[in-house]
């Protein structure tokens, strides 16, 4: 079993940041078998899209939307996992969410709400 939690989020202005943090708990077996996290967000209205994914290695892969204004990190220590977000638009509005896939199940943490005003 894993429980994740995401924080960090609130409402920005255009062109402002935030940094995302996603807190991953559970079992000794679950955690050293976490290969790598995602994020994800999901607008009203919208289906849920992948942001960005990190995996134990280091490997990095984002979205096209991202165009270098997202930034994820990680901590295989902690079991901690960031999502900084730069430049950011009123369409990056959403609830943003961590995941972790161990077969055969996603996991998923609560989301937490970034809102970017004009």
């Known amino acids: 079993q894993v429980q994740l939690v995401e924080s960090g989020g609130g409402l920005v202005q255009a062109g402002g940041s935030l940094r995302l943090s996603c807190e991953a708990s559970g079992s000794t077996f679950a955690f050293h078998a976490i290969n790598a996290m995602r994020w994800y967000r999901q607008a009203p209205g919208k289906q849920r899209e992948w942001v960005a994914s990190?995996?134990?290695?280091?490997?990095?892969r984002y979205a096209d939307f991202v165009k270098g204004r997202f930034t994820i990190s990680g901590d295989n220590a902690k079991g901690t996992v960031y999502l900084q977000l730069n430049s950011l638009k009123p369409e990056d509005t959403a609830v943003y969410y961590c995941?972790?896939?161990?077969?055969?199940?996603?996991?998923w943490g609560q989301g937490t709400q970034v809102t970017v005003s004009s």
């Open positions: 995941n972790t896939y161990l077969a055969p199940e996603n996991f």
């Open positions: 990190i995996f134990r290695d280091g490997s990095i």
